[in-house]
């Protein structure tokens, strides 16, 4: 994986779960790390640069996950209505 396929995977509308994105993007990093020796310029700047892209996500997921977790339970109330409902007709 790199950040290219991940680029074109977004373009693509690729990822229906939001989550899978970022994965993508840290085995990105993952494997840049495998390759490159710690203490590497480079290999420090990726340190860093997961930093930043953490921070970013975890801005954006305070905003993200609450409306997604009030949607599944929203579902999972009208799953259990609907079931009840078959369950006495």
């Known amino acids: 994986m790199d950040l290219d396929n991940v680029n ?3 373009k693509r509308n690729f ?4 989550l899978a994105f970022p994965e993508n993007v840290r085995l990105t990093f993952r494997n840049a790390m495998t390759y490159i020796k710690k203490g ?3 290999y420090e700047n990726l340190v860093e640069i997961a ?5 970013w996500l975890a801005s954006i997921l305070v905003e993200v996950v609450p409306p997604l977790l009030e949607r599944k339970r929203r579902l999972k109330d009208k799953l259990a209505w609907l079931s009840r409902v078959g369950t006495v007709a």
């Open 15 to 18: 990822y229906d779960d939001p």
């Open 40 to 42: 590497h310029d480079v």
């Open 8 to 10: 074109n995977r977004l």
């Open 51 to 55: 930093g930043m892209f953490e921070s």
